[in-house]
Structure formats: C-alpha cells, structure tokens
C-alpha cells in the first residue's frame, strides 16, 4: 500500500542520516535516528546494524550485540552485521564467538580480508598461533594493507620456534 512505501521511504530518510550522524562521530545521534529508521521499518536488516556499531562506540557492547544479533535474524546473510558483531565480542573477550562471527562473514563474503585479519587477532588471543599466522597471510593476499600485520606474523612464527 502507499502508507506502507511511505514508511520505508521516510525510514530509509531516518537511516540515511543516522549512517550520516555515525560517520560524523555523533553516535547519540545515529543511535536516535536509526532508533526511529527501525521505529517505522522494524525489519530493517541494516538500521539495526548501524545502531549496533553506533552502540558500540559509546561503550554499550550488550547493546551492540543484541542489535547484530537481530540484523543477523532479519538477514541471515548479512556478513558485514557478523563481522561487526565479531568486533564486539572480541572487544568483550568472547574469542570464540568472534571466531565463529568471523568465520560466517568470511563464508558470506570469501573477500573480506578485513574478517581474516580481525579473526587472526582473535585467534592470537586464543594462543592458535597457526591459525593467526593463516588468517593474517590470508589478509594480505586479499589486498589488506595493514603495516603491523607482516611484523605480527613474524612475531608470530618466533613463538612457533
């Protein structure tokens, strides 16, 4: 019905400068404006990706993950709301749940050298030395430009000895 395409286009308007307020650094204010994206859209897959790196810039990482975790629901093959939630466990000490996050974005999206590296400081975390030294090398054959990534892989390869 109009009313309906009304409400996505006004929340696709609310989504759009919640993304705006996020990249500005305003995150209260792309919290606010994704919050009402999701108000008139409740399925909307990637308003609440937004809110949930929003979130997670000001330290709410509870938040943050029930927020992936429902993009996740909306879009089950949504890699970017993994990868994003990947972060946040990671940043939480959840390893192993980033891992698994990681993996999934990489399976969605075989590319994304920015998961293989996230994934290989996580599986560092982990002590899985080959496995870090795996995802790392991964990342750069996939065009990662990362300056500290071929000195860890060195440090790395030292613990191996």
Not at 68 to 92: C, H, M, Q, S, W
Request: proline share 3%; charged share 35%.
């Amino acid at each position: 019905t109009t009313e309906i395409r009304e409400k996505e286009l006004t929340a696709q308007k609310w989504f759009k400068q919640a993304h705006k307020y996020w990249l500005s650094k305003e995150f209260d204010k792309a919290i606010r404006y994704a919050t009402e994206a999701i108000r008139l859209k409740p399925d909307f897959a990637k308003a609440y990706n937004r809110r949930g790196a929003a979130r997670d810039d000001v330290g709410d990482s509870i938040g943050a993950i029930k927020d992936y975790t429902e993009a996740i629901r909306l879009k089950p093959d949504f890699a970017d709301a993994y990868y994003n939630r990947g972060i946040t466990r990671d940043d939480v000490g959840d390893f192993i749940g980033a891992i698994k996050d990681y993996t999934e974005a990489i399976s969605l999206k075989p590319g994304y050298a920015l998961a293989y590296r996230n994934r290989a400081i996580a599986r560092d975390s982990k002590k899985d030395y080959d496995g870090a030294i795996v995802d790392y090398q991964k990342s750069i054959n996939l065009g990662d430009k990362e300056p500290n990534v071929p000195r860890r892989i060195q440090e790395l390869r030292k613990k191996l000895k």
